[in-house]
């Protein structure tokens, strides 16, 4: 069996990854090729190409990637037509990943979405391509399986990728003892893992860690940065600053099961916070134009996707086209000076918990789409 997969950044290489193993485990002999990044090559894929590190948001970024996009596109095509593997395994990353479902459908090639995009918040139209491209897709959060069948997509609800990861991770405790060791009370700055978000979010949570640190002073800031790059624009916006922080690079597992609270962009990294339980403002800065069209744009009433299971804001967010660091530090103080508030937010995390965080997603994946293309092989015999 051979297997054509694609991730475009840091969250889908991950999954993709996991996915990679779990197919492997069951069929060893499966060849498992196409684009992603470091994590999916060490799990046994053959990359055609770093997809992943062309984790790009925004316009003007995606604009200056235009040339490779269009030329990996074309690179697959011809690849789809030569060596026609058995199928597609989409990951997220939905712009390039939607011209692939294209070239794979015109070649006769049954194509999949694993952790499907958010077309239910944004371009909603997509599902049409969706409905009739796709073999199946392989949806992540109960509200979302309900949406895509209600538009007609063939889908099989295996649950969150993410908390297969949790279960799998295993933290440094030296290092997180020492950390304990320094005392205070420790609160996560997780500034994304593009550079645009770190670029768009930073300075908003070093301000709004400047006023929880007035507030109490004990509070200490531990950094979690994707990439060293990353951790330098944040150590750029500390300079000359006496508050105490702390910049990191892959430590993001060590650094969540230390805070007590955390300030985080919205993504799948909440998951990670609810996983954890810890209370958490979720920021999100944009410009007054684009907020505006989100509101009309955007059926939904929450950036979190923690917020959307549990359709209500258990994660306050702050962003938009207006905000100050006091709105986003508020919720903070309340949580680090009231320990009943803060509990009451843990207690309603672990209820939600309880309820969507379920492992085995990557098994269960696994297992559907060697079933499904044995379906398939049996219908063309």
């Known amino acids: 069996m051979h297997l054509f997969l694609s991730a475009g950044e840091p969250s889908g290489d991950l999954h993709g990854a996991n996915l990679a193993r779990e197919l492997l485990a069951r069929n060893p002999a499966i060849e498992l090729v196409g684009f992603g990044g470091d994590r999916m090559a060490a799990a046994g894929v053959k990359l055609h190409f770093p997809l992943a590190d062309l984790s790009v948001m925004g316009v003007k970024a995606v604009f200056k990637h235009l040339p490779t996009f269009f030329k990996l596109a074309r690179q697959a095509e011809v690849y789809f037509r030569s060596r026609k593997p058995d199928a597609v395994v989409l990951i997220d990353y939905p712009g390039f990943n939607f011209a692939l479902m294209n070239r794979a459908f015109r070649s006769r090639i049954p194509v999949y979405y694993y952790v499907p995009p958010q077309v239910w918040a944004w371009h909603t139209s997509r599902v049409k391509q969706m409905r009739r491209q796709l073999a199946g897709v392989l949806t992540a959060l109960p509200f979302e399986d309900d949406w895509y069948r209600l538009h007609g997509c063939r889908t099989s609800y295996i649950g969150h990728p993410y908390f297969d990861e949790l279960q799998h991770q295993r933290p440094d405790e030296e290092w997180m003892a020492d950390r304990r060791a320094a005392g205070g009370r420790i609160v996560a700055l997780l500034p994304g893992s593009r550079g645009q978000e770190v670029a768009a979010n930073g300075r908003l949570m070093i301000d709004a860690a400047k006023v929880i640190s007035s507030a109490v002073p004990t509070a200490r800031f531990l950094v979690a940065a994707f990439k060293e790059q990353h951790a330098r624009s944040i150590r750029e916006l500390l300079v000359g600053s006496s508050l105490p922080v702390e910049v990191h ?133």
């Open 249 to 381: 690079v892959g430590r993001t597992p060590e650094i969540i099961r230390l805070a007590e609270a955390s300030l985080a962009v919205s993504g799948s990294v909440g998951l990670e916070l609810l996983g954890n339980l810890v209370p958490t403002v979720v920021v999100y800065k944009t410009s007054r134009a684009f907020a505006w069209l989100a509101t009309r744009v955007s059926p939904l009433k929450y950036m979190s996707l923690v917020n959307l299971l549990a359709d209500r804001p258990l994660f306050p967010e702050v962003g938009g086209g207006s905000w100050t660091p006091a709105q986003v530090a508020g919720p903070v103080i309340r949580w680090l000076s009231d320990p009943a508030a803060r509990d009451a937010t843990v207690s309603d995390l672990r209820e939600l918990r309880s309820k969507v965080a379920v492992p085995g997603a990557c098994g269960r994946a696994a297992e559907f789409l060697l079933a499904d293309l044995a379906r398939i092989a049996s219908q063309r015999a």
